[in-house]
């Protein structure tokens, strides 16, 4: 077992993220103690009964007293309260983190709480299922994915980033650092958008009443039933997510809304040549996210066939 890279570890919040942080952790010897709480009583209860976490505490605050380092593994809306309230007990030199998908609101709702004497250091790792709780969570979640390391400001200690980055490599990551505001951005190309779109899509066809409920169901091609998978994703995250990144996601819809228009016109005048360019790019961006290891090009989007 590799040497520590903290000596105690605490995740607040014990859904995917932090469950995979924990297995991940423990994979690699890279934390000596992980303390875990979440708020829900259920959920802690379920943590102890699998073993998710060294020591279970019944608050917040408990279990971040004493910690190296903190990662705050709940939704963006509620990460400024749990930073006051933990905010008392924080060890002098301890490292503050997150996983939130929004930065730039969560350096505005966190940074004001943290005393002069602890390092923060956002940071997004860019894993997930569609699952949630701490049953979800499993050790290879961060293998070849990114984590993207976003200091708080110009300020923030060097040697607490490069750390915080070691110990994202150690669980299997590739790491980056980015500004707070571009991170938005891009998450918001990425991810937010495409989230946004495939609730949409799930959700016309379910206004559509000319296709039953049935054939929604039984006839779903795949491209249909991958927005399913990507809008069964947590309600509580995707709210907060959109409500923080307002602006980002706004000009992106704004751009997607101005290329839907254009598709839109190319199909109502047969303009085929427009359509077959327009979906050859878009190919090109598929076969790159394939050949940096992003995906697979398994059929089925790397799932595999189902067992009878």
């Known amino acids: 077992m590799s040497q520590p890279i903290y000596d105690r570890v605490a995740l607040i919040g014990l859904g995917l993220i932090a469950s995979s942080m924990f297995w991940a952790m423990k994979r690699g010897g890279l934390a000596g103690e992980v303390t875990g709480y979440a708020r829900s009583q259920a959920t802690r209860d379920k943590a102890r009964e699998i073993g998710l976490c060294d020591r279970v505490c019944d608050s917040a605050s408990e279990a971040a007293e004493g910690a190296d380092l ?15 309230e933990i905010a008392p007990v924080l060890k002098p030199g301890a490292t503050i983190s997150d996983v939130g998908s929004v930065k730039r609101s969560v350096i505005r709702a966190v940074a004001p709480h943290l ?26 979640l961060y293998d070849n994915r990114w984590c993207i390391i976003v200091p708080a400001d110009e300020t923030t200690d060097h040697d607490a980033v490069r750390r915080l980055e070691t110990l994202w490599q150690g669980m299997g990551a590739n790491t980056d650092e980015m500004d707070a505001d571009h991170h938005d951005l891009v998450l918001a190309v990425t991810s937010h958008a495409p989230h946004l779109i495939a609730y949409t899509m799930v959700g016309v066809a379910d206004d559509l009443r000319r296709v039953t409920d049935s054939e929604v169901i039984k006839y779903s091609a795949a491209g249909f039933r991958d927005f399913t998978r990507i809008a069964a994703s947590d309600p509580t995250m995707w709210r907060d997510v959109f409500l923080n990144n307002k602006d980002a996601t706004l000009e992106i819809l704004g751009r997607f809304t101005e290329e839907l228009f254009a598709l839109q016109r190319a199909i109502r005048t047969g303009d085929g040549d427009q359509l077959f360019d327009y979906f050859t790019r878009t190919r090109d961006i598929r076969r790159g996210i394939i050949e940096a290891g992003q995906d697979t090009d398994a059929p089925d989007f790397g799932r595999g066939a189902k067992k009878p």
């Open 115 to 140: 005393p002069d004497d602890v390092h923060f250091v956002p940071a997004h790792p860019l894993a997930g299922t569609e699952h949630s709780g701490p049953e979800s969570g499993f050790a290879e």
């Open 70 to 84: 903190v990662v705050l593994c709940v939704p963006v809306g509620a990460m400024g309260g749990v930073a006051k």
